[in-house]
C-alpha cells in the first residue's frame, strides 16, 4: 500500500493590486462594507493581454515541481481545477502539458469550482495509492477580473472574487502512517443555480438564438456571475463543519488534533465561524483572503503554500483542507504533514 504527501507546492498571482478604493471608483461600494461583510481590503486583477489562468497555473506548477525536486518530466499526470478556463474546450489542463514541455502524459481537467483543488487532490491521491502513478501535478487557478460585472449591478460579487494560481506535487511515499490520510467528497445539485455562470452553456440556448438577438440591444447578464449570497453562506457554514467533522472522525481525531486549517478563502466570516466553533486559536487557522479576495478553485493552494512558506505548516503536522462552494460541492482531505 502507498501513500501520497504534498512534495512540492507553489503559487503565483499577479502584480496588479486592486483595492477596495479602487472598486469604490467604478461602482457604488465602499471599503467598510467589503471589509466589514467579506474580511478583503485587496485583491490582484490580470491586466488585459498580459497573464491567462493557463500561464498563471504553470507559473506556479514551475515552482511546486522546482520544490519537490524532481524533473517537468516525472510528472506523470496532470490535474487543473478552475471555472475560469482559457477555452470553452479543450480544457487548460493540456495547455499546461504544451506550456511546460511535458511529455505526453493524461492531462484531466476538473469543474469543481471552490472545491475543485479538493477534488483534484483526492483524485491525484487515488492515482497514487493504487500504484498507477508516482507523480501528480494539481493545479488550481482563476482568472475572474475579466469577466465579472463591474458596475453597481453586480457588486455584490464583484467586490470578493480575485485572480491567482496555486500547484502542489504529490509523490508517492511507501510510509503510510505520513501524507494524505483521507479526503471526503460531497454534493448537492439541487442548489446548482444559487452560485452560478449560466452562459456560455449548450442548456441555454441555440447559437443561432444569439446571432438573431445581437442587435436587440439588451445586455444578457447570464454570461456574469450569479451568487444568492445568503443562501451560500448559511449552507457554507453548516457543510464546511460537516465535512471537517467527517474527515477527522474518520481518522479518530478531533477539532483538537487539528495543527493547521486552510478552509477555502470564501469569506473572513466564515472562516471565523468555523474557527469558533471549534475552538481553534489564531495558530491553528490560515487566512489570507484579505489580501488576495476569493480565488475560487486556486485559493486552498495559495493559502497553503503561504502558510508553509511562513513555517506554519511542519512536519507531523496534522494539515485540513476543506472547501465549499458552486455546484453546491465541497470536501476535506485531512493530512498528515
Ligand atoms: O466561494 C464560494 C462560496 N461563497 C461564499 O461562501 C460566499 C457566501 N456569501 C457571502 O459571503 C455574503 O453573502 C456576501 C459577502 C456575498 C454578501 O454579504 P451579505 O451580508 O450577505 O450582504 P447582502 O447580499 O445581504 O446585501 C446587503 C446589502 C444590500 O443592500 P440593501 O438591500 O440592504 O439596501 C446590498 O445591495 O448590501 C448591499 N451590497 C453592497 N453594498 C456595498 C451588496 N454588495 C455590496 C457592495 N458594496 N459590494
Same mark, same amino acid.
Given at each position: !500500500?502507498?501513500?501520497?504527501?504534498?512534495?512540492?507546492?507553489?503559487?503565483?498571482?499577479?502584480?496588479?493590486?486592486? =483595492?477596495?478604493?479602487?472598486?469604490?471608483?467604478?461602482?457604488?461600494?465602499?471599503?467598510? %462594507?467589503?471589509? @466589514?461583510?467579506?474580511?478583503?481590503?485587496? #485583491?490582484?486583477?490580470?491586466? &488585459?493581454?498580459?497573464?491567462?489562468?493557463?500561464?498563471?497555473?504553470?507559473?506556479?506548477?514551475? &515552482?511546486?515541481?522546482?520544490?519537490?525536486?524532481?524533473?517537468?518530466?516525472?510528472?506523470?499526470?496532470?490535474?487543473?481545477?478552475?471555472?475560469?478556463?482559457?477555452?470553452?474546450?479543450?480544457?487548460?489542463?493540456?495547455?499546461?502539458?504544451?506550456?511546460?514541455?511535458?511529455?505526453?502524459?493524461?492531462?484531466?481537467?476538473?469543474?469543481?469550482?471552490?472545491?475543485?483543488?479538493?477534488?483534484?487532490?483526492?483524485?491525484?491521491?487515488? $492515482?497514487?495509492?493504487?500504484?498507477?502513478?508516482?507523480?501528480?501535478?494539481?493545479?488550481?487557478?482563476?482568472?475572474?477580473?475579466?469577466?465579472?460585472?463591474?458596475? =453597481? #449591478?453586480?457588486?455584490?460579487?464583484?467586490?470578493?472574487?480575485?485572480?491567482?494560481?496555486?500547484?502542489?506535487?504529490?509523490?508517492?511515499?511507501? @510510509?503510510?502512517?505520513?501524507? /494524505?490520510?483521507?479526503?471526503?467528497?460531497?454534493?448537492?445539485?439541487?442548489?446548482?443555480?444559487?452560485?452560478?455562470?449560466?452562459?456560455? *452553456? +449548450?442548456?441555454?440556448?441555440?447559437?443561432?438564438?444569439?446571432?438573431?438577438?445581437?442587435?436587440?440591444?439588451?445586455?444578457?447578464?447570464?454570461?456574469?456571475? $450569479?451568487?444568492?449570497?445568503?443562501?451560500?453562506?448559511?449552507?457554507?457554514?453548516?457543510?464546511?463543519?460537516?465535512?471537517?467533522?467527517?474527515?477527522? *472522525?474518520?481518522?479518530?481525531? *478531533?477539532?483538537?488534533?487539528?495543527? !493547521?486549517?486552510?478552509?477555502?478563502?470564501?469569506?473572513?466570516?466564515?472562516?471565523?465561524? /468555523?474557527?469558533? &466553533?471549534?475552538?481553534?486559536?489564531?495558530?491553528?487557522?490560515?487566512?489570507?483572503? +484579505?489580501?488576495?479576495?476569493?480565488?475560487?478553485?486556486?485559493?486552498?493552494?495559495?493559502?497553503?503554500?503561504?502558510? %508553509?512558506?511562513?513555517?506554519?505548516? &511542519?512536519?507531523?503536522?496534522?494539515?485540513?483542507?476543506?472547501?465549499?462552494?458552486?455546484?453546491?460541492? %465541497?470536501?476535506?482531505?485531512?493530512? #498528515? %504533514?
Amino acid at each position: !500500500m502507498y501513500n501520497s504527501r504534498i512534495s512540492g507546492l507553489g503559487f503565483y498571482v499577479p502584480e496588479n493590486v486592486v =483595492t477596495n478604493d479602487d472598486l469604490s471608483k467604478v461602482m457604488d461600494t465602499n471599503d467598510e %462594507w467589503i471589509q @466589514e461583510r467579506t474580511g478583503i481590503r485587496e #485583491r490582484r486583477h490580470v491586466v &488585459k493581454g498580459t497573464d491567462t489562468t493557463t500561464s498563471m497555473g504553470v507559473k506556479a506548477a514551475q &515552482k511546486a515541481i522546482e520544490r519537490a525536486g524532481i524533473d517537468k518530466n516525472d510528472i506523470d499526470f496532470i490535474i487543473f481545477a478552475t471555472l475560469s478556463p482559457d477555452y470553452y474546450f479543450p480544457g487548460p489542463g493540456v495547455l499546461v502539458q504544451r506550456d511546460l514541455d511535458i511529455k505526453t502524459v493524461g492531462a484531466l481537467d476538473i469543474r469543481n469550482q471552490c472545491s475543485g483543488f479538493v477534488y483534484g487532490i483526492s483524485v491525484a491521491d487515488q $492515482y497514487i495509492k493504487s500504484g498507477m502513478y508516482k507523480n501528480v501535478l494539481v493545479i488550481g487557478s482563476e482568472l475572474h477580473s475579466h469577466g465579472l460585472d463591474m458596475t =453597481t #449591478r453586480g457588486r455584490g460579487v464583484s467586490v470578493i472574487f480575485g485572480d491567482g494560481a496555486g500547484a502542489a506535487v504529490l509523490t508517492r511515499e511507501e @510510509e503510510t502512517t505520513k501524507g /494524505i490520510l483521507s479526503s471526503h467528497l460531497h454534493s448537492e445539485g439541487q442548489h446548482a443555480e444559487e452560485l452560478s455562470l449560466i452562459a456560455p *452553456g +449548450m442548456g441555454k440556448r441555440w447559437v443561432t438564438d444569439i446571432l438573431e438577438d445581437v442587435d436587440s440591444g439588451e445586455e444578457d447578464t447570464s454570461y456574469f456571475p $450569479y451568487m444568492n449570497g445568503q443562501f451560500v453562506f448559511k449552507n457554507a457554514v453548516v457543510r464546511f463543519s460537516e465535512v471537517i467533522m467527517e474527515g477527522l *472522525g474518520a481518522n479518530n481525531l *478531533g477539532p483538537q488534533d487539528i495543527d !493547521m486549517l486552510i478552509p477555502h478563502q470564501a469569506n473572513l466570516r466564515i472562516s471565523q465561524f /468555523i474557527q469558533k &466553533k471549534f475552538g481553534l486559536s489564531d495558530d491553528q487557522v490560515f487566512n489570507n483572503i +484579505m489580501s488576495y479576495g476569493n480565488t475560487t478553485a486556486a485559493s486552498i493552494p495559495i493559502a497553503l503554500t503561504e502558510a %508553509w512558506e511562513q513555517g506554519k505548516v &511542519k512536519e507531523g503536522d496534522l494539515v485540513v483542507l476543506a472547501a465549499f462552494g458552486s455546484g453546491f460541492t %465541497w470536501g476535506s482531505v485531512i493530512i #498528515r %504533514w
